[in-house]
């Protein structure tokens, strides 16, 4: 536009009249564009030489990003049977659909069908993945390629799920591998006992470990009456501590509930539009370490913040429909689970945790401080036991340990109590391989931070790098590669 306006309206009209007949003249030999250009070699306007020579250019410039914007168009386009496909998925597997805030155009249309159509679920899934990674493997827009094979990771999961809720299983590891994108180390017997016998040296009193564990544990357990107040009071101070370092959107909010009869301890279901619904399970003892961990991994800077920043950056300020679709069983989960519980460490860093636990918490509480240290100390050390946990489920999974040994397993190497333990058994049978996601995930999202600048010495860069993990699509395949 800007070449031609400069040619109508510049002394330049006569030389390209001259041209046109001169075309007409000598027929098809020559493309108008050849005659200008062979006049204008000769010709007294420089200027406009220079114009029409950055022609062929902008000429390829511009089929380029016609070229793109088709191809972006087929992407959202794929991205958009992504998520109709999800959706119609979470029509017969009620746990499938974790949070969508999209358009009600891509919901099902029609009622589940009474027989689950397992077949065309995973012909519908299979041809998309087909589709995406044809799109991957040509595309030269790197946010196209992301786009695309972040997909399909997620799409093998889909699949996977599917043949679960169809009663066909895998191992454990085979399981996580389809379902998050990772499988988790695993850790002998040996292992755990190290971390069993530093507890012995530390816990007051002698006997069996766990005993000790839980007669220490029991002075900080929070009374049912104090429960919210100190639930509320954590996740003010997670989120004045989240706030500092990221502008969240201005109307997020979240509403706390108390709830019963639950199998996990806490939960985060997500509306969209930057609000959160967070459930805390009462069925148990809740301890007041708990209401940092809980209340920091399921809203600041965990997942109310993790769903707010896909939301705003890449679903509204981006177009990506697909993260208008949260799917538990895939590697988002991962991603997930692994920030909302490193997230806890990265809000409370160091001994932040107990010094705001001995200054507000307990207080609120009505619990005395003495012993809290302690019961700290232990807590760090439990912290080594968590992949206990992924061994039980391992074991539960691939039936090579009975519901009566995992309760024990529990209880020895994950310092459980009966009713947790109990509750731990419900949650494997129901989320399966999922338990992963919180300690591999974990460790696999520190490693992320730190091998991007961010450790306990450079806090503002640990904070930066835990913000951009929060607001892209990552795949496991990638953190794997840091750790």
Same mark, same amino acid.
């Given at each position: ?326 799917? @538990?069983?895939?590697?988002?989960? *991962?991603?997930?689970? =692994?920030?909302?519980? &490193?997230?806890?460490? $990265? %809000?409370?860093? !160091? ?9 507000? @918490?307990?207080?609120?509480?009505? *619990?005395?401080?003495? =012993?809290?240290?302690? &019961?700290?100390?232990? $807590? %760090?050390?439990? !912290? ?19 519901? =009566? ?79």
């Amino acid at each position: 536009m800007i070449i031609l306006d400069s040619i109508l309206n510049s002394k330049f009209l006569p030389t390209l009249k001259v041209c046109i007949s001169l075309k007409y003249s000598i027929g098809n030999r020559f493309s108008l564009s050849r005659l200008l250009f062979v006049v204008l070699r000769r010709s007294i306007y420089p200027s406009m030489r220079k114009l029409l020579l950055l022609a062929p250019v902008l000429f390829v410039l511009s089929c380029k990003s016609t070229a793109e914007k088709e191809e972006n168009k087929k992407l959202n386009k794929l991205a958009e049977e992504y998520v109709r496909l999800g959706l119609t998925i979470g029509q017969y597997d009620g746990d499938f659909v974790d949070a969508y805030y999209g358009p009600d155009s891509l919901k099902p249309k029609q009622e589940a069908a009474d027989d689950f159509p397992k077949d065309s679920l995973l012909a519908s899934a299979n041809e998309l993945m087909n589709d995406l990674r044809s799109l991957a493997h040509t595309t030269t827009v790197d946010s196209n390629k992301i786009r695309a094979n972040w997909m399909c990771d997620q799409l093998l999961a889909f699949s996977r799920r599917v043949r679960i809720y169809s009663e066909e299983y895998e191992s454990f590891d085979e399981e996580s591998k389809a379902l998050f994108g990772v499988v988790a180390p695993v850790y002998d017997e040996d292992y755990f006992k190290s971390s069993i016998a530093e507890l012995d040296s530390i816990l007051p009193g002698k006997g069996n470990v766990n005993d000790r564990f839980q007669k220490l544990a029991n002075k900080f357990a929070i009374p049912k009456d104090k429960l919210e107040p100190v639930m509320n009071a954590a996740i003010a101070e997670a989120r004045k501590r989240t706030k500092s370092h990221y502008q969240l959107p201005a109307n997020e909010s979240f509403t706390l509930e108390l709830v019963t009869k639950k199998p996990w301890s806490g939960y985060n279901w997500y509306k969209g539009n930057y609000k959160s619904l967070i459930q805390i399970n009462t069925d148990n003892k809740i301890f007041i370490d708990r209401a940092i961990d809980v209340g920091s991994h399921e809203s600041y800077p965990g997942h109310h913040v993790y769903n707010m920043l896909l939301e705003k950056n890449l679903y509204h300020d981006r177009g990506w429909v697909e993260l208008s679709l949260y799917p @538990l069983f895939s590697p988002q989960s *991962l991603i997930a689970e =692994g920030s909302a519980n &490193y997230g806890v460490e $990265l %809000a409370f860093p !160091g001994n932040d945790k107990v010094k705001f636990t001995k200054s507000v @918490l307990l207080p609120l509480a009505g *619990l005395d401080t003495a =012993g809290v240290d302690t &019961y700290f100390k232990a $807590l %760090a050390i439990k !912290g080594k036991l968590n992949y206990a946990r992924n061994e039980a489920a391992r074991g539960l999974i691939n039936e090579t340990m009975s519901r =009566g040994k995992a309760i024990s397993w529990l209880k020895k190497y994950c310092l459980m109590n009966d009713e947790t333990a109990e509750k731990s058994i419900d949650f494997i049978r129901k989320y399966r391989s999922y338990v992963i996601n919180y300690n591999y995930g974990q460790d696999l999202i520190k490693s992320y931070v730190e091998q991007n600048g961010g450790t306990a010495q450079t806090p503002n860069k640990r904070w930066d790098a835990f913000g951009k993990l929060l607001s892209e699509e990552v795949t496991p395949a990638s953190l794997v590669k840091t750790k």
